[in-house]
């Protein structure tokens, strides 16, 4: 989490890790640290096959949008964001 703007950057695991509960175990982790911080809310761009992830856990959906990536290329993203 980037605390300074309430942004979750993203949450990755394995592969052989998808849909066995650890994704949203560190997710959960992340959220109570930010909540720990004074955050009352998360925010980030989410990749278009990660939305299912954020949205089950309670992210809404905000609008599309193109992400901006280190090497000036651009993502297709979503906008999601979630109160604490």
Same mark, same amino acid.
């Given at each position: 989490?980037?605390? !300074? #703007?309430?942004?979750?950057?993203?949450? +990755?695991? $394995?592969?052989? %890790?998808?849909? !066995?509960?650890?994704?949203? $175990?560190?997710?959960?982790?992340?959220?109570?640290? $930010?909540?720990?911080?004074?955050?009352?809310?998360? =925010?980030? #761009?989410?990749?278009?096959? $990660?939305? &299912? %992830? +954020?949205?089950?856990?309670? +992210? @809404? #959906?905000?609008? %599309?949008?193109? =992400? &901006?990536?280190? /090497?000036?290329?651009? @993502? &297709? /993203?979503?906008? @999601?964001?979630?109160?604490?």
């Amino acid at each position: 989490i980037v605390v !300074s #703007n309430s942004e979750l950057r993203a949450v +990755y695991v $394995a592969p052989s %890790f998808g849909r !066995s509960g650890v994704g949203t $175990a560190i997710l959960q982790e992340l959220e109570r640290l $930010a909540r720990e911080q004074g955050l009352l809310e998360l =925010h980030l #761009n989410a990749s278009l096959n $990660a939305e &299912p %992830f +954020y949205q089950v856990n309670g +992210y @809404m #959906n905000e609008g %599309f949008e193109d =992400h &901006p990536l280190r /090497s000036g290329q651009k @993502m &297709p /993203s979503i906008r @999601m964001r979630k109160k604490l």
